[in-house]
């Protein structure tokens, strides 16, 4: 299986601040005949199942705010919150679909 | 609007057996391969097994190979999952979730997920 390592454990923002969050594939998440990235992020609250943020690594699902953006190629990635705002603490994941499915350990998201 | 509808989940003895099931709704269930991801209470995410649109094609997680069994009835968009010889360590919210590919090769780029079902496994 592909592992999916993301870095930090955890990160502490201020309000307003860059959140910034990175996800390492042990290998490349690229498929070459359609030039996408197999890679998606997600965003977990306590008690409520995984939600969809980013796929194809950049592409923001409907409704999710713009202040959450993705990019990377290959086997690096990165989620971006812009401004962090009070809602957005959570756990994040990042997930290869490249091949069946794994998933980062998750990188939990607080206020300083 | 595509529906993923988890059910079956409960309590079990370790040594038991539960089956899961996952209704699908707002699309052609039978051309889409399906998952099962679980997450252990306080845990990250875990694949534990996938089947193919028709049912010819399954795997598994190493941790479950053996004592779970994914099934499909595409005449009920119905998957299933028949878990046995449950261990303390099973105990998880089972998702269910839809591929982001067809079985002629078309992605719309992204899974859907259920909402879950709890399992819990102890004595």
């Known amino acids: 299986d592909i592992v999916m390592t993301q870095s930090p454990d955890s990160l502490a923002v201020s309000l307003g601040e860059r959140a910034t969050i990175n996800c390492k594939s042990s290998?490349?998440?690229?498929?070459?005949?359609?030039?996408?990235?197999?890679l998606a992020w997600f965003q977990q609250k306590p008690g409520q199942p995984p939600k969809l943020l980013i796929y194809?690594?950049?592409i923001r699902e409907s409704g999710v705010p713009d202040r959450f953006s993705g990019s990377g190629s290959g086997t690096d990635f990165t989620l971006t919150i812009s401004s962090l705002q009070a809602e957005d603490v959570a756990v994040y994941y990042c997930q290869q679909y490249y091949t069946t499915r794994t998933f980062g350990q998750g990188t939990k998201v607080e206020i300083k | 609007q595509v529906q993923l509808v988890e059910s079956g989940g409960g309590v079990a003895q370790p040594g038991g057996s539960l089956r899961l099931s996952c209704a699908g709704s707002?699309?052609?269930?039978?051309?889409?391969?399906m998952h099962w991801v679980r997450q252990a209470p306080g845990k990250g995410l875990e694949r534990v097994a996938f089947?193919?649109?028709?049912?010819?094609?399954?795997d598994y997680a190493v941790s479950v190979k053996g004592r779970f069994t994914v099934s499909r009835d595409n005449s009920k968009n119905t998957l299933y999952m028949q878990m046995s010889s449950l261990r303390v360590e099973d105990t998880a919210v089972y998702y269910c979730?839809?591929?982001?590919?067809?079985?002629?090769?078309?992605?719309?780029?992204?899974?859907?997920w259920g909402q879950g079902t709890v399992v819990t496994v102890s004595s």
């Open positions: 290998q490349s998440l690229l498929y070459s005949f359609n030039n996408k990235n197999y």
């Open positions: 707002g699309f052609t269930f039978s051309t889409y391969g």
């Open positions: 194809w690594a950049s």
């Open positions: 979730v839809k591929d982001h590919r067809d079985s002629s090769g078309i992605t719309g780029g992204r899974d859907t």
């Open positions: 089947i193919g649109h028709d049912g010819s094609n399954q």
